[in-house]
């Protein structure tokens, strides 16, 4: 994937107000989760209105450390009977052990972290398994774990 430059703000229209930042802090509120900040981000943002991008480093950092900071959260209320091991899940995903491992890093997938490892949860696992096989019964093609 490519970063988009951007010049010309397409929220609200102005020309040339733009302006890359880095260096930024930003604060999320996750429905039922402690607000978690991220720090270290860039990204482009108008000058106007406020409004803007983050770069795609900071996306996929965002992703990851609210994944991370959810999981830290969850680990505290969910039972082992609610979570899968990697190799579970790998097997039920049709994935290997480390597209498991990949898919926790990019916060497509939930987890919670016990004894210091990750173990994804069982219920998001077989909505995403049914997902997938729902895809693979019309025909479009696969989950690629990458
Ligand atoms: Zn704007």
Request: include cysteine.
């Amino acid at each position: 994937m490519r970063e988009k430059k951007w010049i010309d703000c397409p929220v609200c229209g102005t020309k040339g107000s733009m302006r890359y930042s880095k260096g930024l802090m930003e604060r999320f509120n996750p429905p039922g989760y402690e607000p978690i900040e991220v720090s270290g981000l860039d990204g482009s943002f108008c000058q106007e209105c406020g409004d803007g991008f983050w770069s795609l480093k900071s996306k996929a950092a965002i992703a990851k450390e609210l994944a991370d900071s959810m999981a830290k959260q969850d680990s505290k209320r969910i039972v082992a009977s609610e979570m899968l091991s990697v190799k579970e899940a790998a097997k039920l995903m049709r994935v290997t052990p480390q597209g498991i491992h990949k898919m926790m890093d990019e916060g497509r997938i939930h987890y919670v972290y016990a004894a210091g490892l990750r173990f994804p949860i069982r219920k998001d696992l077989t909505e995403k398994a049914a997902a997938f096989k729902g895809l693979l019964a019309a025909g479009k093609g696969q989950l690629s774990p990458g």
